[in-house]
């Protein structure tokens, strides 16, 4: 089951890694935009999603891809030079696409949700790939409201040159690829249960958090090391295969109405609970994908081996009772 969308989504997603990988290497400061929310987004977002949407379109016609951009911005006049490098990278890809078609390929990308669809992210943790850091390639096919296959390409993710693809489907586990090698291992989350052995993962913005919360809660379950902070959804693909235990993402106070985008979610979210893990909102609500773009009915981000997860909800309950 799935087998044909596995496929074809790693083929996609592993072209995607090779050449946005070339593209932070050879990156410069003019190859970005700044979008109306004032997030940065890059060459390789555009190419990326262009060359992703291309390859499901040609194999899966006619079904729904949400993903993050459009191609407004590079219709314009004055980014042009934008456009050109993107083009240039297209060229040299495994599945090079055709210049007049590259912006309609992005414009696929701008579907609705409905009971069928993929989601992506070409570029997910864009500040971190501008800082030459973690960035992920996130790619879920979603339906009737849940995630059924995900996919992540981490172009940065030792201990293989070239990163690692971690992927899951629903009910048959989550594996990891190295990059290098092409071969498959299945990943398990870790199953310590000492909290005090843990590793705590968080976002390295700080705008994209409560920070302070989430330090708390560390000292409160006696973390002896402060969270490990990192960029896009490699956060879970460390969960997953045992490299990290828990998490965290508390809404920022500053906006506290946020609710977060499903394809920031989606894949990492059924890829640590594939590899034995758990996944919930902060107020342990599992995560519900059926509602649109956003997880609107959800608030924040858990997600751990399993083994501490009630503990840290209690936690979070507490200080909330506490303000």
Request: hydrophobic share 40%; charged share 25%; proline share 5%.
């Amino acid at each position: 089951m799935l087998q044909k969308e596995k496929e074809i989504g790693l083929q996609a997603v592993g072209m995607a890694m090779a050449m946005a990988g070339t593209i932070q290497k050879e990156l410069t400061s003019g190859d970005t935009l700044t979008k109306t929310d004032r997030s940065p987004v890059t060459i390789a977002d555009f190419a990326v999603q262009a060359l992703i949407c291309k390859i499901l379109s040609s194999h899966f016609p006619g079904m729904p891809i949400v993903g993050e951009e459009d191609s407004l911005a590079l219709r314009r006049s004055e980014n042009w030079g934008l456009f050109a490098k993107i083009i240039h990278y297209l060229k040299k890809s495994d599945a090079p696409l055709r210049e007049k078609e590259i912006c309609d390929c992005i414009d696929l990308g701008g579907a609705e949700p409905n009971a069928t669809f993929w989601t992506l992210d070409p570029i997910d943790g864009t500040k971190g790939f501008l800082r030459g850091e973690q960035f992920a390639i996130a790619l879920a096919l979603v339906q009737g409201g849940l995630v059924r296959l995900g996919i992540l390409g981490c172009p940065n993710l030792p201990p293989a040159s070239g990163g690692t693809l971690f992927w899951a489907i629903q009910g048959q586990g989550s594996w990891r690829i190295s990059a290098m090698t092409g071969s498959a291992e299945p990943i398990r989350a870790s199953v310590k249960t000492d909290p005090r052995l843990m590793k705590f993962v968080e976002s390295y913005e700080s705008s994209h958090s409560d920070k302070d919360t989430q330090l708390e809660i560390s000292r409160r379950l006696l973390i002896s090391s402060p969270p490990e902070q990192m960029d896009s959804q490699v956060k879970y693909g460390i969960v997953a295969s045992g490299q990290a235990d828990i998490y965290l993402r508390i809404p920022n106070p500053a906006t506290p109405d946020y609710r977060e985008k499903i394809w920031d979610h989606a894949a990492g979210s059924l890829i640590v609970e594939e590899a034995g893990g758990w996944v919930s909102d902060i107020d342990g609500k599992k995560l519900d994908f059926s509602a649109g773009k956003t997880l609107s009915h959800n608030r924040g981000i858990l997600a751990s081996n399993g083994r501490v997860h009630s503990r840290v909800l209690e936690i979070i309950s507490e200080i909330t009772a506490e303000k």
